[in-house]
Structure formats: structure tokens, C-alpha cells
């Protein structure tokens, strides 16, 4: 399974690890492989200064299995990008679509949520708004929840910030194996963490328009 992380301006770095999920899931799948994406190849910008280098542009990235969207302040301005919208769309047609945090915003912007319930961010600090109910009061094709995960087979939504690594976790469960994720959680010490997070939020299963689950073998 390879995955493409999608890299844009002022991504939140703390949605990096997601990456970092699939690194230390490659001890335990080793088939696992991901890169990097952007616009265009080289430097990007995350939020407050980190700089990130992506693998490939848009126009000469290979193909992948999961495209990944991460969240952080840039994510109105990358919301109104015609070339972001289009990549969505083009390269996240016949792809696992998963968002993290405010990337769900993303996926909104170009469409690919109308119709589905979705999650986002919830918390924020005043004076900012909710990213949860900027979903639900400007995309009202959008079923917007509060929710740890929402899963309707080729689109899944995460909610917010640290849940990124919920949201990775979740999909190799599903898509992988359930004992495979548990021994992941449990190498990068986050398995009570990942407990806890699914005892208070609901983790939502919308209808299914792929198989939800494939055969681990498949992956190794």
C-alpha cells in the first residue's frame, strides 16, 4: 500500500504524524511506502516556519493507493487553490481518500464530500470558529459530525489534530488488519492513548461504496 501525503502552505506540523505512523508501521507491514506531494517538488512551508520537502509535483507524481490531506491554518487558502481542487479530484478518483483535521475542509472545497457525512476539528482557541461548524454551516451537503473518525469506504474524514494519528491507525486497521494496527499502537506507545480516544468520540461508519476491509496480504 503506498501512500501520498499531500503537502501545501502552512500545513500544521503536528499533522506529520501521520507519516510518522506509517514509518513505524513499515516494522510491522513492511510492504508499507508513502511520499510526499505538492504542487510543485521541493521546499514547502509549514505552519511557523518548518519547512518540509516534497517528493514530487502534481504533474509528475507516480501513483498511489491512500491520498492523505492533513489540516493546519493553511488550509482556506489552500481551499480556494483551482490546482489543489483539481489534484483532488483527479488523483483521488479510484483512491482511499483520507483527511486529517482541517484537510476535511479541503475535500469539501473540491466537492468530494457532498452527499457524505464527514468530521473535522472541533476545538480551537477564541477567537477562532470551529473548523466543525464552518463545515456544516457553508457545505450543507455535508453531513458534519462530531466524531473521532467517519468512514463511508472510499472517503474517510478524521477529526482533529493529534487524532491524525487515530485516523492512520484506523485505516490500517480496516484496510490491513486489526492485529497489525494493535502491535503498530502499541511499538509507538500510543495504544492506551488510542483507546481512551475511542471510548469519548464515536468513530461513525457511513455507507460503504467499496469493501471496507482488504486482505493484509495484499499489502505485504
Not at 133 to 146: F, G, K, N
Amino acid at each position: 500500500m503506498k501512500f501520498a501525503f499531500l503537502l501545501y502552505e502552512d500545513v500544521e506540523p503536528i499533522d506529520l504524524a501521520a507519516i510518522g505512523v506509517v514509518s513505524m508501521a513499515k516494522r510491522v507491514v513492511p510492504g508499507l511506502e508513502y511520499l510526499t506531494v505538492a504542487a510543485s517538488p521541493g521546499l514547502q512551508r509549514m505552519a511557523n516556519g518548518l519547512r518540509v520537502a516534497a517528493d514530487h509535483g502534481f504533474d509528475d507524481c507516480p501513483p498511489f493507493d491512500v491520498l492523505i490531506v492533513p489540516g493546519g491554518p493553511g488550509w482556506a487558502r489552500a481551499s480556494e487553490d483551482a490546482a489543489i481542487r483539481d489534484f483532488l479530484r483527479r488523483r483521488g478518483d479510484g483512491a482511499l481518500l483520507l483527511s486529517l483535521c482541517t484537510g476535511a475542509m479541503l475535500l469539501a472545497a473540491s466537492g468530494l464530500l457532498d452527499g457524505r457525512m464527514a468530521t473535522t476539528k472541533c476545538e480551537v482557541r477564541a477567537p477562532e470558529v470551529s473548523p466543525l461548524s464552518l463545515l456544516a454551516r457553508d457545505h450543507p451537503r455535508i453531513d458534519a459530525r462530531h466524531a473521532l473518525m467517519v468512514d463511508s469506504g472510499t472517503v474517510l474524514t478524521g477529526g482533529g489534530v493529534s487524532l491524525c494519528i487515530d485516523a492512520m491507525l484506523h485505516l490500517i486497521a480496516t484496510r490491513i488488519g486489526a492485529a497489525e494496527a494493535a502491535e503498530v499502537a502499541r511499538i509507538i506507545e500510543y495504544g492506551a492513548a488510542w483507546e481512551a480516544n475511542r471510548a469519548r468520540l464515536p468513530t461513525l461508519l457511513a455507507s460503504s461504496d467499496q469493501p471496507r476491509v482488504c486482505p493484509s496480504a495484499t499489502w505485504r
